[in-house]
T-cell receptor, first 113, second 113 residues
Framework: EDQVTQSPEALRLQEGESSSLNCSYTVSGLRGLFWYRQDPGKGPEFLFT???AGEEKEKERLKATLTKKESFLHITAPKPEDSATYLCAVQASYGGSQGNLIFGKGTKLSVKP | ETGVTQSPTHLIKTRGQQVTLRCSSQSGHNTVSWYQQALGQGPQFIFQ???????GRGNFPPRFSGLQFPNYSSELNVNALELDDSALYLCASSFPGKGETQYFGPGTRLLVL
């Protein structure tokens, strides 16, 4: 069964304290792995798409990496405005619903000034 | 470029009623997916439409149905509402391709009493 597990469930950081969020996945052929940011009561905002092991992408203070079993979202010197829930999702190459995203439960990040 | 829009933003219904939620896709996107997000959970795939045809369905009962129109806008209909249908309903649009990125709207918050 395709599934995504994110850890930790919640993370509290001081402003400037770098850390990483983990996304472990099992999928019948990876078509793509996606990271989204979601603010309370709003829709997910797209951050990154990763396609193959070894791939890395960066955007401001965020860097996403991918291996064959997991992905990491590294946050360097976070600011309070980085506080949000970060969602990881995978898209499978095989199976009945190839187009859908399978999401983890998310990591709720709080950055204190 | 116009993003994904959804209406209404909030809705309150009573058990047994029917509801219709609407979504306008991002310009140039011909695929729309619907997700249900319960509080504290990741989004769950309901179904996807491509060129007005259903193109995959998640583990949701038939009382969840949808439509896609020639202009690629979409509707999600839910009959015989149950208390557990209370959630944030998200629409996402995309254009088919390798690991196509799905862009989400702001969501419709549905409360069933």
């Amino acid at each position: 069964e395709d599934q995504v597990t994110q850890s930790p469930e919640a993370l509290r950081l001081q402003e400037g304290e770098s850390s990483s969020l983990n996304c472990s996945y099992t999928v019948s052929g990876l078509r793509g792995l996606f990271w989204y940011r979601q603010d309370p009561g709003k829709g997910p905002e797209f951050l990154f798409t990763l396609y193959s092991a070894g791939e890395e992408k960066e955007k401001e203070r965020l860097k996403a990496t991918l291996t064959k079993k997991e992905s990491f979202l590294h946050i360097t010197a976070p600011k309070p405005e980085d506080s949000a829930t970060y969602l990881c999702a995978v898209q499978a190459s095989y199976g009945g619903s190839q187009g859908n995203l399978i999401f983890g439960k998310g990591t709720k990040l709080s950055v204190k000034p | 470029e116009t993003g994904v829009t959804q209406s209404p933003t909030h809705l309150i219904k009573t058990r047994g009623q029917q509801v219709t939620l609407r979504c306008s896709s991002q310009s140039g996107h011909n695929t729309v997916s619907w997700y249900q997000q319960a509080l504290g959970q990741g989004p769950q795939f309901i179904f996807q439409y491509y060129r007005e045809e259903e193109n995959g369905r998640g583990n949701f009962p038939p009382r969840f149905s949808g439509l896609q129109f020639p202009n690629y806008s979409s509707e999600l209909n839910v009959n015989a509402l149950e208390l557990d249908d209370s959630a944030l309903y998200l629409c996402a649009s995309s254009f088919p391709g390798k690991g196509e990125t799905q862009y989400f709207g702001p969501g419709t918050r549905l409360l069933v009493l």
